[in-house]
């Protein structure tokens, strides 16, 4: 925080005196009037001179009624019908930040309240605070909440700021001075602006949940409150199950609402193939229809062989004619082609069955946001004079 905008605060306030125990005033002795003496005779005249004279108890305030006045005169006898005595007013309410606060400890926090004001006049703001805080374990008072967040702003404390203006404006203006409250509770909105609000809710029972390494909950529960703009990291750890990290960003002024949730291994573990579970069975399959279908070739072609063999043997021996010819040209032109199939075929299928073996299921993890549903998270953005909304959608 600029030491500027402090010095502005920089009025330590002191609470007012704590009352002490009232005592009774003492008896005022009064005095004849002078106007009421008469003459002195001889011998008191000569007492006068032998001893010397006691000096005249001090007349009443012109302010209040004379002692006399304060004591009502007794009357010779009882009167029956007087009035009895008014019952004595009864004591003021105790005031609402000193309830429960021993009378010991209001004074020792009232010594320890003047000595860190001392110390942030003299800008000694470390030792400062220290005395306020000491001062705090005995009384938590706004005054002392208030000159606390005074030292802690030249510290770069923004959060304890805020926590202790907070305190400080709980029972409005009269534990501090109007001029006072106003800059607390100005200031405070002030420090609002400038750091982001986060909003943190977990529901896996029994996990731990932290910010920047430092525990905030143990869920189920949720958390709010202010932290620095920048990165921040939020953690959630349960045994058994797997820890959940998460990276954010913040910027001045924004409320970010962050959903933790916890998974075991096996409802964070998918399963996925190399290839369609039926391209190798396709594989395989066609490799078999393959082969059949050079089957059925082969025996055609060997059906073509037997009727030129017979052709032959029915002219004993003569020159083919093209009808027989046609039939050996189409036997090994089925014998070839059937060949070339069982050798494609038989390649496809075992193809077919190396995809099988390869594609077999691997287990993976996945990512836990992949199982949160879309949000949505709108929040104002204020600040440096300008203002305007943000608006994040998170998949």
């Known amino acids: 925080m600029a030491l500027a905008m402090s010095v502005a605060l920089l009025s330590p306030w002191a609470p007012p005196p704590l009352a002490a125990p009232r005592s009774r005033a003492p008896q005022q002795t009064l005095s004849a009037p002078e106007g009421s003496r008469g003459k002195q005779t001889g011998s008191r005249k000569a007492r006068d001179k032998r001893s010397p004279k006691a000096p005249a108890a001090p007349g009443p305030s012109s302010s209040e009624p004379p002692p006399s006045a304060l004591a009502p005169d007794a009357p010779t006898q009882p009167r029956p019908e007087a009035t009895p005595p008014a019952p ?3 004591p003021a309410p105790e005031r609402p930040w000193a309830q429960g606060v021993p009378l010991e400890n209001q004074q020792r926090a009232l010594e320890l309240f003047q000595a860190g004001n001392a110390l942030l006049k003299d800008a000694v703001f470390v030792k400062a605070s220290e005395k306020y805080r000491e001062a705090l374990g005995l009384w938590s008072h706004p005054a002392i909440h208030y000159n606390l967040a005074l030292a802690l702003m030249n510290l770069d404390q923004p959060l304890e700021v805020h926590e202790h203006l907070e305190a400080a404006l709980r029972f ?55 932290v620095r703009p920048g990165a921040h990291t939020l953690t959630a750890t349960r045994q058994g199950h797997l820890p959940q990290n998460l990276n954010r960003t913040l910027l001045p002024g924004e409320t970010a609402h962050v959903a933790l949730r916890l998974y ?38 060997r059906s073509h062989f037997r009727s030129f063999d017979e052709g032959i043997a029915a002219c004993g021996g003569c020159v083919p004619p093209l009808s027989l010819a046609t039939q050996l040209e189409r036997g090994y032109l089925l014998q070839t082609s059937a060949i070339v199939g069982y050798t494609v ?42 203002g305007g909304v943000q608006a994040l959608v998170r998949f």
């Open 88 to 90: 004595p007013p009864s």
């Open 345 to 386: 075929g038989g390649a496809a299928f075992i193809t077919g069955a190396v995809l099988t073996a390869l594609n077999q299921p691997q287990a993976y993890r996945i990512d836990p946001a992949q199982l949160a549903q879309p949000q949505v998270s709108i929040s104002p953005l204020l600040g440096g004079g300008s």
């Open 172 to 226: 409005g203006v009269e534990p501090l001075e109007a001029e006072k409250f106003e800059y607390a509770r100005n200031y405070k909105l002030l420090l609002e602006k400038q750091l982001a609000r986060l909003d943190v809710t977990c529901d896996t029972p029994g996990a731990t949940v932290l910010l920047d390494g430092k525990p905030l909950f143990q869920a189920p529960g949720n958390y709010s409150g202010l």
């Open 264 to 301: 075991t291994t096996e409802e964070l573990t998918r399963y996925r193939r190399r290839f369609p579970v039926a391209m190798p069975w396709l594989v395989m399959g066609a490799g078999a229809a393959l082969a059949g279908g050079s089957a059925w070739m082969h025996v055609r072609g």
